[in-house]
């Protein structure tokens, strides 16, 4: 059985950062941060491959955001830099037991959640 432990978020200037971060136990071959802001559907932030490190990213943070993961601890990082109202929401890590490189940005693949934790960018 998978189960992660989210910590951080918080209430932040436009502009500042904020580091979010997800333990992990249980096999899993990817991890994603989702996000889902009041009224609209849960979406993709970014993800990576536990074993292959790679990364993927929603358009909206590429160039801001910046996942992570460490193998020893088992954790999985989400550096924001750059905030912005926009990104106001609920964030949630996800682990999903595989996905095709192409596929690790859809959210169905994703079985095992965090409880999740609030961003809040004021402007």
């Known amino acids: 059985q998978v189960q992660l432990l989210e910590s951080g978020g918080g209430l932040v200037q436009a502009g500042a950062s904020l580091r979010l971060s997800c333990v992990v136990s249980g096999r899993i071959y990817a991890m994603g941060w989702f996000r889902q802001a009041p009224g609209k559907e849960r979406e993709f932030v970014s993800a990576?491959?536990?074993?292959?490190?790679?990364?993927y990213y929603a358009d909206s943070v590429q160039g801001r955001f910046t996942i992570s993961r460490d193998t020893v601890q088992n954790t999985v990082s989400l550096q924001m830099d750059s905030l912005k109202p926009d990104d106001t929401a609920v964030y949630y890590c996800a682990a999903t037991t595989y996905c095709s490189p192409s596929a690790c940005k859809m959210i169905s693949l994703y079985k095992y959640w965090g409880q999740g934790t609030q961003v809040t960018v004021s402007s």
């Open positions: 990576i491959g536990w074993s292959s490190g790679s990364t």
